[in-house]
C-alpha cells in the first residue's frame, strides 16, 4: 500500500513536470499556464505537490536547472543559455543558477569539463 502511495505520488509530480516543461509560463514560474490539461484546479494541483513533498515552484526550479546545465554543456555561450530559458540578462541567469547549483554557469562548465591536459 505505501508503495503504491509513493508511486502515485511520483507519477503526479513526474505528470507536473512533464506539463510544467511544455508550457510556454513555465519560466514565469506561473502554474496557470498548462495545468488546466489536468482537469483540476491550480489550487489542488499545487496542493498534491505540497502533499508530495514539492512545491511548483521548486519544480520549475529544477526544471530549469536541468535544462540549463544540459545546454551548457552542449557548448552554447552562459548568455544565450540564459536567453533560451527567458532570463532578461546574464547577471540574472547566472545568480539563478549559483542558487541551484551552488557554483556559477562557468564555474560549473569548467568542473564538468575536468582537469586541463598536462596538468
Not at 14 to 38: E, W, Y
Not at 52 to 65: H, N, Q
Request: proline fraction near 4%.
Amino acid at each position: 500500500m505505501d508503495k503504491a502511495l509513493a508511486e502515485a505520488k511520483d507519477d503526479f509530480v513526474a505528470t507536473v513536470k512533464a506539463i510544467a516543461i511544455n508550457s510556454p509560463d513555465c519560466h514565469r514560474r506561473n502554474p496557470n499556464g498548462g495545468l488546466q490539461a489536468l482537469g483540476i484546479s491550480v489550487y489542488a494541483v499545487t496542493t498534491r505537490l505540497r502533499n508530495s513533498g514539492v512545491t511548483f515552484e521548486g519544480l520549475v526550479d529544477d526544471l530549469k536547472r536541468d535544462l540549463a546545465q544540459a545546454i551548457l554543456a552542449k557548448g552554447p555561450t552562459i548568455s544565450d543559455t540564459g536567453a533560451a530559458l527567458g532570463f532578461m540578462d546574464q547577471s540574472a541567469f547566472t545568480r539563478a543558477f549559483k542558487r541551484w547549483s551552488g557554483r556559477t554557469p562557468a564555474r560549473w562548465r569548467a568542473e564538468r569539463a575536468g582537469p586541463a591536459e598536462g596538468s
